[in-house]
């Protein structure tokens, strides 16, 4: 899903409003033109059609061919951003729908996590929905101050650390967790000895004084892992490194 404008009928409207609201259709109206001849070359099997202010995309392929659905956001993404006149867009990825009943809930979630991107201001993102998994909700739930806060205070202890001493533990921090807690993979993705893992889980856990054998702690900080990816690159992620595990968004959406 793409969302490229937001406009609201009012019976009191003067004559510069609808002519302004005549002008943002039109303007949508052009973007949803170029979505459309990207995808004739792209995925012609695909549909495209404005919907509350959103360019929907009901992407497909052919059989005998794999379509790249993000490569594919990036694209239109890009494509809509040389239209002149045309600011940030911002894609949402939806889950794939197997049946017609999937179709609105899964624009429901795409338009609530481009709203989500646009309120932590990442307007311009591509994020799949779903990414944000568990934590949408709570995401959504929360403004973008509170969200930044709880980050900071959950990981300021080993971000400071990593800052003074050049270190690598939010890094690894997060390899650990996204590999379940298991040493051995952690090693591996880290390119270091097992033992170093351990090590390094021990003085992470003397930092920020918590136990990663607790559930609850491992939720917090991986909730609070998410919403840094989410505010924007920063310590322990790659530039260009997916949100968290694979994620993405323009205003537009596609499933």
């Known amino acids: 899903m793409v969302d490229v404008a937001q406009a609201t009928d009012d019976a009191d409207i003067g004559r510069a409003e609808v002519t302004e609201l005549q002008s943002a259709h039109d303007r949508q109206r052009r973007y949803l033109d170029?979505?459309?001849?990207?995808?004739?070359?792209?995925?012609?099997?695909?549909?495209?059609v404005l919907h509350a202010g959103s360019?929907?995309?009901?992407?497909?392929?052919?059989?005998?061919?794999?379509?790249?659905?993000r490569e594919l956001a990036l694209e239109l993404q890009a494509a809509i951003a040389e239209v002149a006149g045309a600011g940030p867009v911002t894609v949402a990825i939806a889950d794939r729908c197997g049946r017609p009943d999937d179709h609105a809930p899964a624009f429901r979630l795409a338009r609530e996590s481009?709203?989500?991107?646009?309120?932590?201001?990442?307007?311009?993102?591509?994020?799949?929905?779903?990414?944000?998994?568990?934590?949408?909700?709570?995401?959504?739930?929360?403004?973008?101050?509170?969200?930044?806060?709880?980050?900071?205070?959950?990981?300021?202890p080993l971000l400071d650390h990593d800052r003074k001493h050049g270190s690598d533990l939010l890094r690894t921090l997060r390899a650990y967790l996204e590999e379940d807690r298991v040493q051995r993979k952690a090693a591996a993705r880290c390119f270091v000895h097992v033992n170093t893992i351990v090590y390094r889980v021990r003085r992470i856990e003397e930092l920020l004084s918590v136990d990663l054998a607790d559930p609850t702690t491992v939720f917090d900080i991986t909730l609070a892992l998410r919403v840094m990816d989410l505010l924007g690159p920063g310590p322990g992620r790659e530039a260009g490194a997916p949100l968290g595990r694979p994620v993405?968004?323009?205003s537009a959406a596609a499933g």
Do not use: C, Q, W
């Open 55 to 69: 360019i929907v995309v009901l992407a497909g392929a052919n059989r005998a061919s794999e379509l790249d659905v």
């Open 248 to 250: 993405r968004s323009p």
């Open 34 to 48: 170029v979505v459309r001849e990207r995808l004739a070359v792209r995925a012609p099997r695909s549909l495209a």
């Open 114 to 156: 481009i709203e989500l991107m646009l309120k932590l201001g990442r307007g311009g993102a591509v994020i799949a929905t779903g990414e944000l998994g568990p934590y949408g909700l709570l995401l959504r739930a929360s403004s973008r101050d509170d969200l930044e806060a709880f980050a900071a205070r959950t990981l300021r």
